[in-house]
């Protein structure tokens, strides 16, 4: 991967974020699975802990954690909001995979959850984890001492990311073919929403965690925002150049053909500018509060030189 | 129906909850579904408002728009949290009804969501109603003057009581073959999970608005678990029992016999006896709060009486 060596001492960005947080945050989640299980049905629980447990970059959580911390809340406090996170993305996972969705056998080179728990039982589990999501922080940040107008401010930042006029909505953009347009715009009104706006939630719940003000809360909601769209940019480029050791799955590119991605509406060149633009932008966005730099600038700069 | 006059001056409680609680209820939902749509794709607010408005007893919101008012909140300071309740009941429908659930064309007399709007859509609307619940509640209530504590605590019951602990999870154990069992608690599980929890913490939810004790609480609490488990008991007898008419849709006695109900379990007799004992517990369980009669003690009472 080129971000290798961008003046953090040869680690990449990316690197110190998965030994800072994202390690942190599977320790944690790997407890979670194995412990709490109480009053739920057993092929329920597993059914759920499959999911949650099946890798995946965790960059939500790792994102919502590292702007807790900037925040001045410790990582660990901020462990209940960065789960509610990845319960809501890992269930959208489960209900992507569904024959009626995507129909994907696989994911992460494992058998996806209705493969393994049946189409009833991943619908609910699904339903469960994103329910699961709100109850989990709801009762667990204010028991680590976080004030309930800013737990319920936070919680609501990622209610928005994730329902209808988020996630959920990007979702059908993506899916619904009587719901989709022609013109190039409409790829970005797609990934904001279905990428981005769960991206852009678990950055600034976990700021709004802290004691900040408005305007700050501001720059890491924008810093959110254009780093989910280079993600999303940045996956559309890696589907289609990737070689599938460098990508950790084949490159699928007759989905990428198929499918309205930035590739198929920009073409492979315009789409790398995208990337560079919405990643430099995601940097901008928090410059004013890290004048001395910081990894969350670093790691929206790494994003865009991972496509070339 | 042989609930009426039975002291509330020849009109049925049913009917009173009606007039107070549920027609400001429904005229609030239908306003909301027609304005309510900014940043959501317009396939998506159609999906939702079509199974939204879809009719329906509308239990849960007016038992939780009646706790609040007995705790000193009126109702329409309150309907954030029906609507909440609601939305979590409506979403549970949608995907209950799906080809890979319990494979339904028809709800209401009406086709059901995935007829209309196809199966992605359908999937997608309920995870979008499970999420608009949230972000309601959490961002209505304050405004109207509800304390951020009591928000926490009010949404809270109902995550609980709509997850893998409570709703979610009696879903798994009545559809999920390898997590049922042959003994008769077994119904008792499901229906207090399955329809309990979800009444339990409309009713709960409600009251916690309000500046109780957590005795009164209490109160409303098991006032909830016992009402949800008459309401599933005379649910089952009314399904064997009921003429056409009486009902408002054809008794299904095949998928009676088929499924684990409590007549099934206990036989007819038994059953009404369960019915009777629930309804006198739920009862029970509010008179320390109204010794002089209430509206939801006279609900209650009345419950069982359907089934004579």
Redesign the interface.
């Known amino acids: 991967m080129s971000a290798e060596g961008n003046g953090t001492g040869g680690k990449s960005p990316l690197k110190i974020l998965d030994e800072q947080y994202v390690r942190l945050f599977e320790a944690h989640l790997e407890e979670f699975c194995k412990e709490e299980r109480?009053?739920?049905?057993?092929?329920?629980?597993q059914s759920?802990a499959y999911s949650l447990t099946a890798g995946g970059k965790r960059l939500r959580p790792a994102l919502c954690l590292a702007a807790a911390e900037r925040c001045g809340v410790a990582p660990e406090r901020a462990l209940p909001m960065a789960m509610a996170a990845e319960f809501?993305h890992t269930?959208?996972l489960i209900?992507d995979d569904?024959?009626?969705?995507d129909d994907d056998d696989f994911r992460r080179g494992k058998p996806t959850n209705h493969k393994v728990f049946?189409?009833?039982?991943a619908?609910?589990a699904?339903?469960?984890?994103?329910?699961?999501a709100?109850?989990h922080a709801?009762?667990r940040l204010?028991a680590q001492g976080i004030q309930?107008?800013r737990?319920?401010r936070a919680?609501?930042l990622l209610?928005?990311g994730?329902?209808?006029?988020g996630m959920?909505?990007g979702?059908?953009?993506d899916?619904?073919r009587?719901?989709q347009r022609d013109d190039r715009d409409f790829v970005f009104e797609i990934a904001s929403m279905k990428t981005g706006a769960l991206i852009r939630a678990a950055v600034a719940s976990g700021a709004m965690l802290g004691d900040i003000s408005d305007a700050t809360l501001q720059c890491y909601y924008d810093y959110g925002t254009h780093l989910g769209l280079a993600f999303q940019i940045v996956d559309d480029i890696l589907d289609v150049t990737a070689t599938k050791e460098e990508l950790g799955k084949t490159p699928n590119k007759d989905e990428a053909q198929d499918k309205r991605t930035f590739v198929s509406a920009y073409g492979l060149d315009e789409a790398k500018r995208l990337a560079v633009r919405e990643s430099e932008a995601a940097a901008h966005a928090l410059e004013p509060l890290f004048p001395q730099g910081d990894l969350l600038i670093d790691v929206a700069k790494s994003l865009a030189m991972r496509t070339f």
Chains 1, 2 share one sequence.
């Not at 569904?98 to 969705?101: E, H, K, R, T, Y």
Request: net charge negative.
């Open positions: 109480s009053n739920i049905p057993e092929r329920l629980a759920m809501i269930a959208s209900h569904l024959p009626c969705m049946g189409e009833a039982l619908v609910i699904g339903d469960c984890m994103m329910i699961w709100f109850s709801l009762c204010p309930p107008e737990v319920l919680v609501t209610a928005e994730s329902g209808p006029a959920g909505g979702q059908v953009l899916t619904d009587e719901s």
